[in-house]
C-alpha cells in the first residue's frame, strides 16, 4: 500500500450541499440509514454527516460501512427524478501530508536523516507579508517562535516517541521563513501527527483564511481520486478564499509507479494542486510526476528544522533526532516556492499575484 494519499474515505460519512442537507436525510431514511450527527460549516456552505447507520440482518443499527452504495442510491434518485440534477454530494475523504516515503518496490524519496542546523538566514524579505499554512500539529521548535500557533494544535510531549511526520509542520514552516525571514506565518492544525487527517478538517481550515486574508496560503498536503476529479471540499474550500490569495500546493511523490497501483497511476491529479487557481510544485527528482498541471519544479531535498527526541518510523525502529533534519518530497519543493513568492511581496507595492507571476516565469525561463 501507498503510505500517502490513499485512495480512502470515512465510510460513514457524507457531505451535503447546505442548501439541501434536510430534503437528503429525509431520503436516506427512505434507505433505511439514519445520522447520528450532523456538522454545519457555513464558509464551505456544506454539512458533514456522520455516525450513518442502517438496518443490519439481524434487525439491530450498525455503522454504514462503505458509503458509496448509497451515495450512489441518492445520485442516481435525484437525476432520475430532475432530469439529470443531482445536489452536491460527496465523501469526506483521507487526505496525508505529500512527503517522500521509501517503498519495496516504487521509490517515493527518502526518510528523514538527522542533520546539522543550517545557516541562518538573515535579512528582512518577507517583512509584511502574511503566509498561512494547513498542515499536521505543530512541534513547538526554539528556532521557530515567531509562527502563530493556536494552543490546541501544538503537540504534547507526552506523544513522544514522536511518529515520523510530526515534524512536517515545522520543516515547511523553515523552509518557508528559509526564504522570507520577515514574513508572518500562521498554521492552522487539520492533520494528526502521522499525517493523516480528514478532508473536511483540511477544508475547513483552509476556507478559514477567509477571515484572517494572508498573502500566500502553502499547503503541502493531497488527496486523489479514482475519477480524477477534484473533491467537492477542497472547491468550495479555495472558493471560499479572498482572490487575492496566491495558493502554492504539493504536486506529490508519485512519479515513478508503473501501471497502476492502488487506483493511482504517475500522472494521477494530486489535489489540490491540480486545481486552476493553484500552482502545483514538483521536484527535479524521479519520484515527482511529469504532467500538464504541474506549474514548475523545485529542489525537493532540504534541511530543516525537525523534532526534538525519539521518532518512531513506519514499519519499526526508532531513532533519536536533535531538532535538524535533511527529508525529501514535494511537500518541501512547494515550502521553497512559497517562501520565494512570499519574499517578492512588497506590501503596498507588489502584489502576491504579481510576486506569483515572476517566481513562474523565472522558473520558465
Do not use: C
Not at 260 to 289: H, K
Amino acid at each position: 500500500m501507498f503510505p500517502e494519499l490513499e485512495l480512502d474515505a470515512k465510510a460513514d460519512q457524507l457531505v451535503v450541499d447546505l442548501e439541501h442537507v434536510e430534503e437528503v436525510t429525509v431520503r436516506l431514511g427512505d434507505l433505511g440509514i439514519t445520522v447520528g450527527a450532523r456538522e454545519d460549516d457555513a464558509r464551505l456552505g456544506l454539512s458533514l454527516l456522520s455516525d450513518l447507520q442502517e438496518d443490519g440482518p439481524d434487525g439491530a443499527k450498525r455503522l454504514v460501512g462503505d458509503v458509496d452504495p448509497p451515495l450512489a442510491e441518492l445520485r442516481r434518485g435525484y437525476a432520475a427524478q430532475f432530469h439529470g440534477w443531482v445536489p452536491d454530494l460527496a465523501k469526506n475523504r483521507v487526505t496525508s501530508v505529500v512527503v517522500g516515503f521509501p517503498n519495496p518496490n516504487i521509490h517515493l524519496g527518502v526518510l528523514p536523516i538527522k542533520a546539522d542546523e543550517p545557516a541562518k538566514v538573515l535579512g528582512s524579505a518577507g517583512t509584511g507579508v502574511r503566509v498561512g499554512f494547513v498542515d499536521t500539529k505543530w512541534y513547538p521548535h526554539p528556532a521557530l517562535d515567531a509562527v502563530a500557533v493556536e494552543r490546541e494544535a501544538v503537540l504534547s510531549d507526552d506523544d513522544e516517541p514522536w511518529p515520523m511526520r510530526a515534524g512536517h509542520a515545522a520543516f515547511v514552516a523553515h523552509l518557508i521563513l528559509a526564504q522570507a525571514p520577515g514574513a508572518h506565518l500562521t498554521l492552522r492544525w487539520a492533520l494528526k501527527a502521522d499525517g493523516t487527517g480528514t478532508l473536511w478538517q483540511a477544508a475547513k481550515q483552509i476556507a478559514s483564511f477567509a477571515d484572517e486574508k494572508v498573502d500566500v496560503l502553502n499547503l503541502s498536503l493531497g488527496v486523489r481520486t479514482l475519477d480524477s476529479q477534484p473533491p467537492l471540499l477542497l472547491t468550495r474550500a479555495l472558493a471560499a478564499l479572498d482572490p487575492d490569495t496566491v495558493v502554492v500546493a504539493s504536486a506529490g511523490n508519485h512519479g515513478t509507479i508503473q501501471g497502476m497501483v492502488n487506483g493511482l497511476r504517475a500522472n494521477s491529479p494530486t489535489w489540490p494542486a491540480a486545481l486552476p487557481r493553484v500552482i502545483a510544485v514538483g521536484a527535479p527528482a524521479v519520484y515527482s510526476p511529469e504532467a500538464p498541471w504541474v506549474d514548475l519544479k523545485a529542489e525537493g531535498t532540504a534541511v530543516s528544522a525537525y523534532l526534538k527526541g525519539k521518532v518512531e518510523f513506519p514499519g519499526g525502529g526508532t531513532e533519536k533526532f536533535h531538532g535538524w533534519a535533511e527529508w525529501a518530497g514535494t511537500s518541501f519543493a512547494a515550502a521553497r516556492v512559497t517562501g520565494q513568492i512570499a519574499a517578492r511581496v512588497v506590501p503596498g507595492q507588489v502584489t502576491a499575484r504579481e510576486a506569483a507571476a515572476e517566481v513562474l516565469a523565472a522558473a520558465s525561463g
